[in-house]
């Protein structure tokens, strides 16, 4: 299955080719599942359970605060846009499956969204003790807008460089947005570099 959603529309995608692709028969497929799309949700389960614990982890691992607090950022960005390169395929079905209104895509997209802005949520509630955040902000709020702001850029980065504006620079924009919303702190730019001439 997931060899196939990234070339075949999902709603293309029969039993019979599902199961050859599987080394396996229509009717061993009909013994686990229903019909195709309840393959493709089960898919995008795993998918997404595996990408909430891979991006949770990584905010557990982000220093946040300190010298190292935007290059842990940077690395967590860079994870969001690995994990969203990855998987496009599949994420994209759950995409497109939530905005028709279809509920057992829409859970799997909130549960991966939800296990990001719970990590960060945590983490902007780190900040508001420190003095940092107004203690009136909303942590979870906050982290649920990051979160989908996240994944909606990761998911159409390639659409960015088409309007012109470079990975690099998306990325860039990504942690500074992350790191003030979580931080309340913008990031500090580099000093300027000494000429070497005299």
Not at 29 to 50: G, H, M, N, R
Not at 86 to 95: F, S, W
Not at 128 to 148: E, F, H, K, L, T
């Amino acid at each position: 299955m997931a060899d196939l959603v990234p070339t075949t529309p999902y709603r293309d995608l029969t039993v019979a080719e599902v199961a050859r692709v599987a080394r396996t028969s229509p009717a061993t497929f009909y013994q686990y599942f229903p019909d195709v799309e309840a393959a493709v949700v089960e898919l995008a389960e795993d998918v997404a359970d595996a990408g909430a614990a891979r991006l949770v982890a990584q905010v557990r691992r982000t220093a946040w605060h300190g010298p190292d607090g935007y290059a842990g950022v940077l690395a967590l960005v860079d994870e969001i846009l690995a994990f969203w390169d990855e998987h496009q395929a599949v994420l994209r079905i759950i995409d497109l499956a939530t905005a028709e209104g279809n509920h057992r895509f829409s859970e799997v997209r909130n549960r991966l969204i939800g296990e990001l802005a719970a990590g960060l949520a945590a983490a902007v509630r780190v900040a508001q003790s420190a003095g940092q955040v107004p203690a009136d902000v909303s942590a979870r709020s906050v982290a649920g807008v990051v979160a989908a702001m996240l994944a909606h850029v990761a998911g159409h980065r390639l659409g960015a460089e088409l309007w012109g504006v470079r990975t690099a620079d998306l990325r860039t924009t990504m942690a500074r947005t992350l790191y003030w919303s979580v931080t309340g702190r913008h990031v500090s730019p580099p000093p300027p570099r000494r000429s070497s001439r005299r």
